[in-house]
């Protein structure tokens, strides 16, 4: 079946320092994969995705690539800010099926 | 306008009431579904929906139903709530537009928080 590993949190970081958010995946086939950000009290909304090996999903000063050797979609972004405080799930799905989470990771960024 | 909807936000209710929770959305989407958050467990698929007569279970649906009233509408009912289903509950839609259908991506609502005392 489908899963999904994240590193687990919390992550704490100062302003401007560079973040990575593990994440790691097994799937029946060819997935998509997505990483959803959930800031305090609100739902989720996507950050970014990519669809086919080698893809570099892209969004808000963050990034992803999609590697298909290493079946990871790993989180990056150079200088994070208060603002990017938040909860991040790493997501995938193949076909027609429901996304499939991680467990989450929570990022807290100090000024 | 948000274009999930979920009703109530908040909720607290005693063990063994019947619950439910709605979902209504604007963006035309033919597939809905349900799933649960708790903390250090992430979002788990409680059950979801592609059309109107389609109901399907997904990972932890036991103690839970729902019903499709029309294509906007998605409920989820706890028919005799118990402590360990509090938490924070969210509806999703999607579309299947996509050339392959695993690039449509899920849209959220807000979340309900559902507290069994």
């Known amino acids: 079946g489908n899963s999904v590993t994240q590193m687990e949190g919390p992550v704490t970081l100062s302003e401007e320092a560079f973040l990575t958010i593990n994440c790691t995946y097994t799937?029946?086939?060819?997935?998509?994969l997505f990483w959803y950000v959930q800031y305090p009290g609100e739902g989720l909304q996507l950050l970014l995705k990519?669809?086919?090996?080698?893809d570099k999903g892209s969004n808000k000063g963050f990034e992803a690539t999609y590697r298909k050797e290493t079946t990871s979609f790993h989180l990056e972004k150079g200088s994070v800010q208060v603002s990017d405080s938040a909860v991040y799930f790493c997501?995938?799905?193949?076909?027609?099926?429901?996304?499939?989470f991680g467990k989450g990771t929570r990022l807290s960024v100090i000024a | 306008d948000a274009d999930v909807t979920q009703t109530p936000r908040n909720r607290i209710t005693k063990t063994g009431k019947r619950i439910m929770l709605e979902c209504s959305q604007t963006?035309?989407?033919?597939?809905m579904y349900w799933y649960r958050q708790d903390p250090g467990l992430g979002l788990r698929l409680i059950y979801y929906?592609?059309?109107?007569?389609?109901?399907n279970k997904g990972e932890i649906s036991d103690g839970y139903s729902v019903s499709r009233q029309a294509q906007a509408k998605f409920s989820l009912s706890l028919e005799s709530a118990i402590p360990n289903q509090t938490a924070l509950y969210f509806c999703?839609?999607?579309?299947?537009?996509?050339?392959?259908?695993?690039?449509?991506?899920?849209?959220f609502g807000p979340g309900t928080r559902l507290t069994v005392l």
């Open positions: 997501a995938l799905r193949t076909g027609n099926t429901p996304l499939v």
């Open positions: 963006k035309g989407h033919d597939r």
């Open positions: 990519a669809t086919k090996a080698d």
């Open positions: 799937a029946t086939g060819y997935p998509s």
């Open positions: 929906s592609f059309d109107v007569k389609d109901i």
């Open positions: 999703a839609t999607s579309d299947a537009t996509a050339i392959v259908s695993s690039y449509n991506e899920q849209f």
